[in-house]
């Protein structure tokens, strides 16, 4: 019977740079084969969008979350046009772009009329500071899961104590809260 023995080598400090040098190399290889290039990746990206119902002070409104992923010039900004469920006018909300941060918040002013099931268009637009060259442009849709009738037409509570509001009518203080 044939016995394989196998001779123990010492490591020195040579092999184990050697080691080191390709697993560097390969991990490199591998960032640089999954990488996306700077000019395919869009000035903006939407992380989100919805309505928000604030039954409490009585205010329906939607919005978006985007986040900056290239660097711009300071102070150009956001330009949101949300649809107006009434069927008015757009509503254009100007957010502008600090150093400070990489991630805003839009949201419109407040609205009525919002029905279930309804998408309501949103246009952005990135708009650079000085020279106003647009750098990014979108357009989505943004539909609620629920109609505005479950928000009061005035706020339930009012003052630093939350003292139910006496303006509202007889139905809405009728509800449990």
């Given at each position: 019977m044939q016995t394989l023995t196998f001779q123990a080598r010492k490591l020195g400090l040579r092999h184990i740079a050697i080691g080191l040098a390709g697993f560097i190399l390969l991990l490199l290889a591998i960032g640089f084969a999954t990488r996306t290039p700077p000019s395919q990746t869009p000035y903006l990206t939407i992380a989100g969008a919805g309505f928000m119902f604030n039954y409490r002070i009585g205010e329906v409104s939607y919005g978006f979350a985007a986040v900056v992923n290239k660097p711009v010039r300071k102070y150009s900004r956001i330009i949101a046009t949300f649809e107006d469920p009434m069927g008015g006018p757009p509503l254009e909300i100007?957010?502008?772009?600090?150093?400070?941060?990489?991630?805003?918040?839009?949201?419109?002013?407040?609205?009525?009329?919002?029905?279930?099931?309804?998408?309501?268009?949103?246009?952005?637009?990135?708009i650079q500071n000085l020279d106003d060259a647009v750098l990014f442009e979108e357009?989505?849709?943004?539909?609620?899961?629920?109609?505005?009738?479950?928000?009061?037409?005035?706020?339930?509570?009012?003052?630093?104590?939350?003292?139910?509001?006496?303006?509202?009518?007889?139905?809405?203080?009728?509800?449990?809260i």
């Open positions: 100007i957010e502008k772009l600090t150093p400070r941060s990489t991630r805003y918040s839009v949201r419109s002013p407040p609205v009525r009329g919002v029905e279930k099931g309804v998408p309501y268009r949103v246009s952005v637009r990135l357009s989505f849709t943004v539909t609620s899961q629920m109609s505005d009738a479950v928000v009061p037409p005035a706020p339930l509570t009012i003052g630093p104590g939350y003292m139910r509001n006496p303006h509202l009518s007889d139905d809405w203080k009728r509800r449990d």
